[in-house]
């Protein structure tokens, strides 16, 4: 059922629930918390200030900000001022923010004390900086904007087909692209995913360590709080250990998440007593989305904590969730789900273009009011992927017959062995079902007579994974071409914030040394 009331502007979500329920606890972290009675003039008061300090309608507002109570109301506050709100990756390399800040072109910048020395080195002269905690000269101060009165009230605009959001692009296969993303787009996936399927409403709690600068956190950890009246504790970075201490004392109901959390959240409950019963906790659902959630890890995160994992799939260009599985009926393991009701989606042969047949792979083309814009100052790269509003996902699936969609990988990822194509998710969603495999990651190596050959990169888990067991279970459950030409074992899978993998930086591995583990305590 689709949500249609929970579409509305910010300032009427957040004043309806200032007057419904007001001493309720909107959003909190480990240093404060903010009501709803103090989220809608707390917002209110900061918008005003932006367009005192020169936001105008279509300007970007670029964030550079952690997991905090004052990122979520600066997501609120720059669409109330007309603004675009332009969260990116705080902990990214000091030369990719320079691009990012170069092409977003922001008005304003808004960091925080951790932040602070960063952007201060890298924000051209001229430009405001606000800053959230600790004061600074020259800057203006999160806090002072939000409890001060500004000069002229918000404007609050009411068109929720303008630009809203625009968030940047992994990167993994080149650089970074800003996407222009609408409120109505990113609210119509609340109505249509996160209230009727995952089942946010008012009581519930949701215990989140995504990065917000994600479309996948914007919209379920901002937006599907202030559109539902939910409640929401922020983790400034997923750890295994905060994140079941906090399940322990109670309370939280949903828990979002990516697959490589996931995965170590099952390995935490192996060592609990008695087995199988899984760490203490209350919560009703979790969300998995940003990856590839393999089937192994789903039924054993159901088995130790006894609630369901529901697996979705959704990409930023889409403001995030294009299907979903819901918490009722079958559920194929591995499966990312149904389409989410009222969006259209084909499955399109790249070559022909023309729609494949039930169970054939496909290129996954989708239509509806949470496509994107377009690409913030590239056309032609919008054009290549904006076809009579249809958006060309460049990720490959198939559908059994009774419409669950499965990811098969991407088609640039695609490797060409001797005229044969293997898609790495394949070859991946094999060896993470073996035992003794942690992680698993595969690319193409080049070869003098093959063109290209798949080698695989391989987490052990504790109890060690032997090469040629996974060599025979990879001949048992594949085709003999795609069977890696190589396995190398390493310490951890390079992946983005939302675990994506980095195969640009595995290809670069294929004859260098191992990798630095990275594993959340």
């Not at 957040?14 to 909107?26: I, K, M, S, V």
């Not at 989708?366 to 996902?393: C, F, I, S």
């Not at 059994?400 to 060409?416: F, N, P, S, V």
């Amino acid at each position: 059922m689709l949500r249609t009331e929970l579409i509305r502007p910010i300032a009427e979500l957040l004043d309806r629930h200032a007057a419904e329920r007001g001493p309720t606890t909107a959003f909190a972290d480990d240093e404060r918390r903010v009501t709803y009675a103090e989220l809608a003039p707390r917002t209110a008061r900061l918008a005003g200030h932006l367009v005192a300090a020169g936001v105008t309608p279509g300007d970007r507002v670029v964030m550079v900000m952690g997991n905090r109570v004052e990122t979520a109301e600066t997501y609120l506050a720059v669409p109330r001022a007309g603004g675009v709100a332009t969260c990116v990756n705080p902990e990214a390399a000091p030369a990719e923010l320079a691009y990012v800040l170069a092409d977003a072109g922001p008005r304003i910048v808004v960091t925080d004390t951790d932040h602070a020395e960063l952007v201060g080195g890298l924000v051209a002269p001229g430009i405001p900086v606000i800053v959230a905690g600790a004061p600074r000269a020259g800057w203006l101060t999160h806090d002072d904007l939000a409890t001060t009165d500004p000069p002229a009230p918000a404007p609050d605009p009411a068109d929720l087909d303008a630009v809203a959001f625009m968030l940047y692009t992994a990167g993994t296969t080149g650089r970074p692209k800003g996407v222009e993303l609408t409120m109505r787009g990113c609210l119509w996936v609340v109505a249509a995913c996160w209230a009727p399927i995952a089942g946010l409403a008012p009581g519930e709690d949701v215990l989140c360590a995504l990065p917000l600068f994600h479309s996948y956190a914007l919209d379920l950890c901002v937006l599907g709080i202030v559109a539902t009246g939910a409640s929401e504790r922020l983790l400034p970075r997923f750890s295994p250990s905060r994140v079941l201490g906090l399940l322990a004392e109670g309370g939280h109901s949903v828990l979002p998440g990516v697959p490589t959390g996931f995965s170590y959240l099952v390995q935490a409950a192996a060592g609990t007593v008695p087995p199988g019963t899984g760490p203490p906790h209350r919560l009703r659902v979790a969300i998995s989305a940003g990856a590839i959630l393999p089937a192994a890890t789903n039924r054993a995160f159901e088995s130790a904590y006894g609630i369901p994992l529901l697996d979705g799939y959704g990409i930023t260009e889409t403001s995030t969730m294009v299907t979903m599985n819901w918490p009722h009926g079958g559920r194929p393991y591995g499966s990312c789900g149904l389409p989410l009701p009222g969006l259209a989606v084909r499955l399109v042969d790249p070559g022909s273009g023309v729609d494949v047949p039930t169970g054939a792979e496909g290129e996954l083309w989708v239509r509806g009011p949470n496509v994107m814009r377009g690409y913030h100052g590239k056309p032609e790269q919008t054009a290549d992927v904006l076809v009579d509003g249809w958006y060309r996902t460049g990720d490959l699936a198939r559908s059994d017959a009774h419409g669950y969609l499965t990811i098969c990988g991407r088609t640039k990822e695609m490797i060409i062995r001797g005229g044969e194509n293997i898609y790495p998710a394949e070859i991946e969603n094999v060896l993470l079902d073996a035992p003794g495999v942690e992680d698993a990651a595969v690319v193409g190596a080049p070869h003098p007579d093959l063109g290209e050959v798949p080698v695989a990169f391989v987490v052990p888990t504790r109890d060690g994974a032997d090469e040629e067991t996974l060599r025979a279970r990879c001949r048992r459950d594949l085709t003999w071409f795609k069977v890696p030409a190589a396995i190398r074992f390493t310490d951890a899978i390079p992946r983005t914030g939302s675990g994506k993998v980095k195969r640009f930086e595995l290809a670069r591995l294929l004859d260098a040394g191992p990798i630095e583990r990275k594993v959340p305590s």
